[in-house]
């Protein structure tokens, strides 16, 4: 393996152990070139690159690629799911109340989990998901003037 290549979207569907398919390099690249897109915009995204693909088929290869830990699955409460490509990081999120635009808020503090629990009851803990609420640039801007 040289270092000096990146490996292409394929080769890490490979080294997770996953079948490669067009439709799958489709949806690991519109992925990580997005901004925590929707199931939906996703699946635009890959039928520019791949033709028709049903909704239950990026669904299920949605599901796979987060699995497989290449891709990463946000759920803000009483939203719908967003993926991202940034994975492994333990980063957080903050969320818009009113548009629901999602962007990136690196570790808290220090390593994963960033968090230290009050009482771990016991548990090896790992990871911490926190996600900020709040109003965007633009929604608080819409809601001053
Ligand atoms: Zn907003
Ligand atoms: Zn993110």
Do not use: K
Not at 100 to 121: F, N
């Amino acid at each position: 393996m040289s270092a000096s290549q990146t490996p292409t979207a394929a080769d890490e569907l490979r080294g997770a152990g996953l079948r490669v398919t067009a439709a799958r390099v489709a949806l690991l690249e519109t992925v990580r070139g997005g901004d925590h897109l929707g199931i939906e915009a996703i699946a635009v995204g890959v039928r520019d690159r791949v033709g028709h693909i049903s909704l239950q088929a990026v669904y299920e290869a949605l599901h796979a690629l987060a699995a497989a830990g290449l891709i990463r699955r946000i759920e803000p409460a009483g939203g719908a799911p967003r993926f991202e490509g940034r994975v492994g990081d333990n980063h957080h999120h903050v969320v818009c109340r009113s548009c629901g635009v999602v962007a990136d808020v690196d570790c808290a503090v220090g390593e994963a989990p960033c968090l230290t629990a009050s009482d771990d009851h016991g548990f090896s803990i790992n990871e911490a998901e926190v996600v900020y609420w709040g109003l965007c640039p633009s929604c608080s801007t819409a809601r001053t003037s």
